[in-house]
């Protein structure tokens, strides 16, 4: 077996793009990323016995014609995962206003990365694995970037497939002479192959958190966890029912294996002939579920730290806010791996 990386030019909304598709010679596995548009890896897909392709990521049907940044495929979201209240924030005694990009227009949401065109830097093949390599740079790729965070930051991502598993491996950067403040979160939206439900309704999810940030009416977090109540406690595998998700969660209490990585949650369903494991660095210490509207899919989301995390650090709260000084860097890894085999009963 051997794998290959093709480049091809696609078009979404209205921008033509380079789109580098990962996969093996067998027909098994296969990924595209979509530089362009927020080096967003858009499909994740594995054959299945009858030949079809079925996908791991969903993307919205219209996404050609409509690219909406975070509500399709595996979105990076840096330098804050999340909202903002405000859109503001403090660092070295400077205060940041950010563009007001929730849907409210009140808040900031997601960082700049979504929206962004990045450069690919590079790819690799070989017997076991694909790649590509993509770079933001916090100052150059955001109009006005030097006014908008307080140092000049870089995020280096690289997406590896193979055969059973997309791993996204990144490393950030400070090229600045002050400290670098940042959060960094994926926003995947995961479906599982032989399934034909028309909602995630027999979806059924592990999740390893055991506390829940406590919200206020804009969903901000107020600075407290609490337990995990009865309706958002998926520690022992149960379906996701009508339950509708939009929370972060922590308190993960798994130690890394021998790999370095946690399992944060699990995903399952009875007409899947296997099991989906999202498993992360213990950086990623905080966990988003989240059903979009249309609850064709269920968002399973690694971050570093919590919504709001620069504000709440401000006050003294833990948020998992990391700062990387002049001249440093950082890294960690998430990988989601497909467990094939018996459907799940």
Known sequence: MAFVVNKLRETAGDRPGDVFELADDAGTARAEVWPEWGFNCLTWQVRQPDGAWADLLYHAPDWAANP????SGHPVLFPFPGRMRDGRFTAGGETYQLPLTDSTKTHAIHGFTPRSP????GTAQGSQSAAVTGLFDLWDAVPGGADLWPSHGRLGLTYTLRVDRLRVDARVENLGPDPLPFG???HPYFRLPGV??????RYVLQA???????VDADNLPTGATR????????????PLGGTALDNVLTGVP???????????????????PGRLRILADPAF???????????????????TCSADAANLAARGVDSGWRTVPPGGSWTAAVEYRWESGERNV
């Open 68 to 71: 909406v940044p975070t509500r």
């Open 118 to 121: 990045w450069p690919a830097l």
């Open 184 to 186: 960094l979160g994926y």
């Open 196 to 201: 034909t439900d028309p909602d995630v309704s």
């Open 208 to 214: 390893n958190v055991g506390r829940v940030w406590e």
């Open 227 to 238: 337990d995990v109540p009865a309706e958002l406690d998926f520690r022992q595998p149960r």
């Open 254 to 272: 798994t130690e890394p294996g021998a790999d370095g990585l946690r399992e944060l949650a699990v995903l399952s369903h009875p007409d899947a």
């Open 285 to 303: 210490r905080e966990l988003v579920l989240f059903t979009p509207p249309h609850r064709q899919a269920v968002a399973v989301e690694p971050y």
